[in-house]
């Protein structure tokens, strides 16, 4: 049974860059798939950030492109989420997803999901 | 940017059945996702490629597409069933994930 388990700081200050980890476990990062970022602030919907490849390739929400930066590690069998110069508006539940992505089959959908960790931005 | 288009809110009595559409100018090249999501819980896939249940899904959740409209249906609905639903697509391209902003369902 694949397992996703967000962690990192619960509060960050104005300005400063939100960084989280996920990690993975009953499955292999490098065997394959797509895995992303979501995130819902609080009574709201559900908004994608970002998702990466194990080889490192990337597709990011074009909204928050120019703050973004998602890795992976694979010997950790890990991947980040970066997100710089954060404001109250970026306060939200994040959560970490393995994402089935075939653009050429028109498929991209999130099949298993962390529990989700709460960021505030707040000083 | 691209955009999908949830109704707010659906009322249903327990036992009838429940439609949640989805409407968005890509989805006739793209394939739609539904979710499940509880207070406090993690989304749950219910629908995957318009129409296709996972497994431990139970049948009463369906999903059709018709033109640039997708519809969630929860037939026989169940005080268990209440929650918010998401569609999900991609954009275009393919490349960008895109979610409808959410329908509560409340099951009276």
């Known amino acids: 049974q694949v397992q996703l388990q967000e962690s990192g700081p619960g509060l960050v200050k104005p300005s400063e860059t939100l960084s989280l980890t996920c990690a993975v476990s009953?499955?292999?990062?490098?065997?394959?798939?797509?895995w992303g970022w979501i995130r819902q602030p609080p009574g709201k919907g559900l908004e994608w950030i970002g998702s990466i490849y194990h080889s490192g390739s990337t597709y990011y929400n074009p909204s928050l492109k120019s703050r973004v930066t998602i890795s992976v590690d694979t010997s950790k069998n890990q991947f980040s989420l970066k997100l710089s110069s954060v404001t109250a508006a970026d306060t939200a539940v994040y959560y970490c997803?393995?994402?089935?992505?075939?653009?050429?089959?028109?498929?991209?959908?999130?099949?298993?999901w962390g529990q989700g960790t709460l960021v505030t931005v707040s000083s | 940017s691209y955009e999908l288009t949830q109704p707010p809110s659906v009322s249903v009595s327990p036992g009838q059945t429940a439609r949640i559409t989805c409407s968005g100018d890509?989805?006739?090249?793209?394939?739609a996702y539904w979710y499940q999501q509880k207070p406090g819980q993690a989304p749950v896939l219910v629908i995957y490629k318009d129409s296709e249940r996972p497994s431990g899904i139970p049948e009463r959740f369906s999903g059709s597409s018709s033109g640039t409209t997708v519809t969630l249906t929860i037939s026989g609905v169940q005080a268990e069933d209440e929650a918010d639903y998401y569609c999900?697509?991609?954009?275009?391209?393919?490349?960008?994930?895109?979610f409808g902003g959410g329908t509560q369902l409340t099951v009276l």
């Open positions: 999900q697509s991609a954009d275009s391209s393919g490349t960008s994930a895109v």
């Open positions: 890509a989805l006739p090249k793209q394939y």
């Open positions: 997803a393995r994402c089935i992505v075939v653009v050429t089959a028109i498929t991209y959908y999130f099949d298993y």
């Open positions: 009953g499955y292999s990062i490098s065997s394959g798939y797509y």
